[in-house]
């Protein structure tokens, strides 16, 4: 059975810092491309970062010079470090897992980690 397990959020002041990680089971970790993803209330869920099997990286504009993704195949763990946080990046932070094999997709989500950041 796949987990994808989020911790590491929690409420920090503007400006601050958090470090999101995702502990995948289940799953050959190193075949798959992982994610992060967002949903404030009221809004859709949304692509914030992304890192392939292979390493490459993908941002969305918001995140882009303030977000680092990274991935350790050796712990099964993907993470994301978030700086320079601002209160429009409070959400309720996803961890993803896909591949794409033999035209079948395989697709797996964590249950989510809050990020607040407010004074």
């Known amino acids: 059975q796949v987990q994808l397990v989020e911790s590491g959020g929690g409420l920090v002041q503007p400006g601050g810092s958090l470090r999101l990680s995702c502990a995948a089971s289940?799953?050959?970790?190193?075949?798959?491309?992982m994610g992060w993803y967002r949903q404030a209330p009221g809004n859709e869920r949304e692509l914030v970062a992304t890192i392939t099997s292979g390493g490459s990286t993908n941002y969305a504009g918001s995140a882009k010079g303030r977000f680092t993704i990274s991935r350790d195949n050796a712990k099964n763990t993907v993470y994301l470090q978030m700086n320079s946080l601002k209160p429009e990046d409070t959400a309720v932070y996803y961890c993803?897992?896909?591949?794409?094999?033999?035209?079948?997709?395989?697709?797996?989500w964590g249950q989510g980690t809050q990020v607040a950041v407010s004074s």
């Open positions: 289940g799953l050959t970790f190193s075949n798959y491309d």
């Open positions: 993803n897992a896909k591949k794409v094999r033999a035209g079948r997709d395989y697709d797996f």
